[in-house]
C-alpha cells in the first residue's frame, strides 16, 4: 500500500527559517555585548570525553551539563571566537541564498577572508562547535561532506532545492542508484511502495542487489551506506523509519567494523551526541554475523589483533549491551575469524538475495 509523508510541504524552509533565527540571535548576542563595550564571548556544551554519557532512553551518546566558555577576553580564545563567528556569517550566507558548500569548501573559503585555519581539520572542529552552539546540524545550514552513497527503490521524491522546486523523480530512475546529496536530502517524500528499508555497507553488493531485482522482491528501499555511513544518509535513513514508518534492516560485513557500521546507524556516535535525528534506535543489525559464518561455512580470514582488541572495546561499549550483540562479540571472539558480505557468492552470485536474505528478515521478524 502507497505511504505518503505525514510532513507539511513546507518543513524544509521551516527548519532553514529556524537556523537562520538561530544564527541571527548569535549573532546579535555578540553585536549587543560589543555595543556594551563588552568582551564578546559565546558558551558551548562541552564535548570532552568526561561530559559524553549514555542515555538509555534516546539509545545513543548525549552530552552532559558542563560548558565552556569561549571569550575574546581570554587572548588564546580570539583565534577560535573569531573562527567560529566567521563561520555563523559564511552559512547564514549559504542559507540565504539558497547554496551550498561542502566542508573542504570552508576551509578555502576561509582564506579569500584572511581567516586562517592551520588545516582542516581545525575547520571541521569550528563547524562541530557552530552546531553545538545553535543546537543544528552542519547539514542544516547547508554544509555537507563529499557525497557516496546512494539510494535505490520505488520511492517519489519531490525536490525542495531551489531551480528544482516541485520537480518529482522515483529512485529506481538510475541502474546505479541516486546519490544521496544535499537535494535529495531535503527532498520530501511524495509517494512510496516499498514497506521495509535495507541497507547495505558495500558497493558491490548494493549493485547486486539492483540486478537480482532485491528491491522488488522484498518490497525495499536500498541503501548504499559506502562503508561508515555520511550524516547526511543517516539523517535519510532516520527519516524513512520516521516518517513512512520502514523498518530498517542493515547488512555489513562480518568484522567488529560492520558491527559498528551498524551500531552506528541505530544509537549514533559519541562524536555527534551533541546531535539528535541521526539515529535510528529501532533499526536491525541483520549481519552478516559471527554465527553466520559458521552457519553457512562462509570464506573467511583470520581476525587480527586490531580486530580482537576492538571486539574487546565493544563489549564494554553500553551501546552494545544487547543480547544478540554480546552473543555475537563473543562468538566472534570464541572462532577468530571475520568475513565479507561477498563470501556468499562462494554459493553463486544470487545465493544471497535467493537464500541468506529472505531467512534472515523471516529470523527478524
Not at 123 to 150: G, H, K, M, Q, W
Not at 184 to 201: G, P, Q, R, W, Y
Not at 224 to 234: I, K, Y
Request: charged content about 30%; overall charge positive; some cysteine.
Amino acid at each position: 500500500m502507497a505511504q505518503k509523508s505525514k510532513k507539511k510541504p513546507t518543513r524544509v524552509k521551516e527548519r532553514k527559517k529556524k537556523v537562520l533565527e538561530a544564527l541571527e540571535k548569535l549573532g546579535r548576542d555578540v553585536y549587543d555585548q560589543l555595543a556594551h563595550k563588552e568582551f564578546p564571548k559565546v558558551s558551548l556544551p562541552s564535548r570532552s570525553t568526561s561530559n559524553i554519557c549514555y542515555d538509555p532512553v534516546l539509545r545513543q551518546y548525549v552530552l552532559g551539563e558542563k560548558t565552556s566558555i569561549r571569550s575574546a577576553r581570554n587572548i588564546r580564545h580570539v583565534r577560535p571566537f573569531t573562527q567560529l563567528i566567521w563561520v555563523a556569517s559564511f552559512v547564514h550566507t549559504l542559507i540565504k541564498e539558497g547554496r551550498t558548500s561542502t566542508l573542504r569548501d570552508v576551509y578555502y573559503s576561509a582564506q579569500a577572508y584572511d581567516i586562517e585555519f592551520s588545516d582542516q581539520q581545525e575547520s571541521d572542529d569550528i563547524i562541530t562547535d557552530l552546531e553545538t552552539v545553535i543546537s543544528f546540524a552542519r547539514e542544516d545550514f547547508n554544509v555537507f561532506p563529499e557525497e557516496r552513497s546512494a539510494i535505490f527503490g520505488d520511492l517519489t521524491i519531490e525536490y525542495t532545492v531551489p531551480g528544482y522546486e516541485g520537480r518529482r523523480i522515483n529512485l529506481t530512475m538510475h541502474p546505479d542508484g541516486v546519490m544521496i546529496g544535499p537535494a535529495l536530502t531535503s527532498a520530501e517524500f511524495v509517494e512510496c511502495k516499498a514497506d521495509k528499508v535495507i541497507v547495505i555497507e558495500k558497493g558491490a553488493m548494493f549493485t547486486r542487489f539492483i540486478e537480482e531485482g532485491a528491491f522488488k522482491r522484498f518490497n525495499a528501499i536500498l541503501v548504499h551506506t559506502a562503508g561508515q555511513p555520511p550524516r547526511a544518509t543517516r539523517r535519510l535513513i532516520r527519516r524513512l523509519n520516521q516518517e513512512l514508518g520502514l523498518p530498517v534492516y542493515i547488512f555489513t560485513d562480518g568484522d567488529p567494523w560492520g558491527m559498528h557500521i551498524a551500531m552506528v546507524i541505530i544509537s549514533g556516535s559519541a562524536n555527534a551526541a551533541h546531535l539528535r535525528e541521526l539515529t535510528t534506535p529501532d533499526a536491525k543489525w541483520a549481519g552478516v554475523w559471527a554465527s553466520d559464518i559458521v552457519k553457512y561455512k562462509l570464506p573467511s580470514d583470520p581476525l587480527q589483533d586490531v580486530d580482537i582488541k576492538r571486539l574487546h572495546e565493544l563489549r564494554e561499549d553500553p551501546r552494545y549491551s544487547g543480547k544478540l550483540w554480546q552473543r555475537e562479540i563473543k562468538t566472534f571472539l570464541k572462532i577468530k575469524k571475520k568475513s565479507e558480505q561477498e563470501a556468499f557468492s562462494r554459493y553463486g552470485l544470487s545465493y544471497i538475495v535467493d537464500k541468506y536474505v529472505p531467512d534472515k528478515l523471516k529470523e527478524l521478524g
